[in-house]
């Protein structure tokens, strides 16, 4: 029987795939509906964040209320996915990294490994970007921007639920985090799990450097050294 010996956990924005900002438009579009003009927003707002951090600064800026907007962040961020399917279907943006399709095809059908994610967007909003690639049936598990609002609380429940859908005990220790940004360094880090940084996202390599991942690529286009560093 085939036994899984290493989770890897991955990223989707900016290291799978690129959706050339349908999110960030979606989600600004929206808000200027809401709030009747302009909504501050930084690509950093949204690089390695999760939705609903996002949401939160975007709102927290304009001093959003409840009450007086008569709808409230769950609600907002619904009508938000609402709209990305739109989006998507309307304009379809989202460009699969190079390598990344081999790579995952490669990685489900080695005993070594098992596939999840880690990741920002909501659940949803990570099955209709993934939907939309084609990529999503190599995932059956991961955590969430759906379950924290902070990244870091991410990997134990991506463990847990690993775990119990692997069956197999999952620990930090033979987990991988895979993610393009220092925030992804910084959650595996929290928790003792290695991290694989990849320059596809807003952050070169130089700068992923600086932030001390277990290991560090260009892209995914070499898959058997990609292979080779995740098992070791
Ligand atoms: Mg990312």
Redesign the pocket.
Known sequence: MAIAQKLLLF?????LLFSEGAGRRTMTKLLIEIFGSDVESRPEDF??STDLEIMHTLLGRQGFDPQKYGTTIPEIIETYLDRLVVELEERPTIQVFDGVRTLLQNLESDERFALGLL??NFERGAFIKLGAAGLDHHFGVGSYGSDHRDRNQLPPIALERATAHFQRDFTAGNSWII???PK?IRCARAHGLRCMAVAT?MYSADELRQHQPDALVDNFSDTNDIIHILAG
């Open positions: 990223d989707i924005d900016g290291t690089a390695g990741t920002g993610g393009d940004t992804d996202g």
